[in-house]
T-cell receptor, first 112, second 117 residues
Framework: QQQVKQSPQSLIVQKGGISIINCAYENTAFDYFPWYQQFPGKGPALLIA?????SEKKEGRFTISFNKSAKQFSLHIMDSQPGDSATYFC???????????FGQGTRLTINP | NAGVMQNPRHLVRRRGQEARLRCSPMKGHSHVYWYRQLPEEGLKFMVY????????ESGMPKERFSAEFPKEGPSILRIQQVVRGDSAAYFC???????????????FGDGTRLSIL
């Protein structure tokens, strides 16, 4: 119930391509879905987040697509750049519980 | 504009010793969260504290682990009698209010890498 499942585990994309990372959840009480970016030796940093009352949110090259009925959400990185190479985590939380439940992470490599 | 400060960045302990990890939240933040990250895995929630209070410790092992956030000073995560399985990266996050959303997200420190010999 508390799990967030993330795929793929690793992803290699050519520069300029689209990177897509998927997450699925079970707990319908979740109402906040952030994506975090983590570089080696650093802590996670909030990238973009969405609430289930919208189906899509875009910030620059980053877009979250949300499918409430399927209990799935995904991160799209357009025009992927080598600087985007990092580990990406999806997460979820719900009102009344302040903790974030994280997915397992996706190691993204953008080849120049 | 100091972020969440964690120290030490790296900590090496022998089995049976104690490990003390410190976290100073961002200025104005009174809510602190500790997470553990095992190699090649996501972060797992351990404990959530407000000043002088433990609010949620549902992710913390019942034995050997404790956390505090005193009125003055940093939050401390203490691991007594460490074992090899405690080797991990421990991250602290802080927020200005308990409700987590885009307007008041959890800001993470760069973690403490704990290695047990």
């Amino acid at each position: 119930q508390q799990q967030v499942k993330q795929s793929p585990q690793s992803l290699i994309v050519q520069k300029g391509g689209i990177s897509i990372i998927n997450c699925a959840y079970e707990n319908t009480a979740f109402d906040y879905f952030p994506w975090y970016q983590q570089f080696p030796g650093k802590g996670p940093a909030l990238l973009i987040a969405i609430r289930p009352d919208v189906s899509e949110k875009k910030e620059g090259r980053f877009t979250i697509s949300f499918n409430k009925s399927a209990k799935q959400f995904s991160l799209h990185i357009m025009d992927s750049q080598p600087g985007d190479s990092a580990t990406y985590f999806c997460a979820a939380s719900y009102q009344g519980a302040q903790k974030l439940v994280f997915g397992q992470g996706t190691r993204l490599t953008i080849n120049p | 504009n100091a972020g969440v400060m964690q120290n030490p960045r790296h900590l090496v302990r022998r089995r049976g010793q104690e490990a003390r990890l410190r976290c100073s939240p961002m200025k104005g933040h009174s809510h602190v969260y500790w997470y553990r990250q095992l190699p090649e895995e996501g972060l797992k929630f351990m404990v959530y504290l407000q000043k002088e209070n433990i609010i949620d410790e549902s992710g913390m092992p019942k034995e050997r682990f404790s956390a505090e956030f005193p009125k003055e000073g940093p939050s401390i995560l203490r691991i007594q009698q460490v074992v090899r399985g405690d080797s991990a990266a421990y991250f602290c996050a802080s927020s200005p209010r308990p409700r987590v959303d885009s307007n008041q997200p959890q800001h993470f420190g760069d973690g403490t890498r704990l290695s047990i010999l």
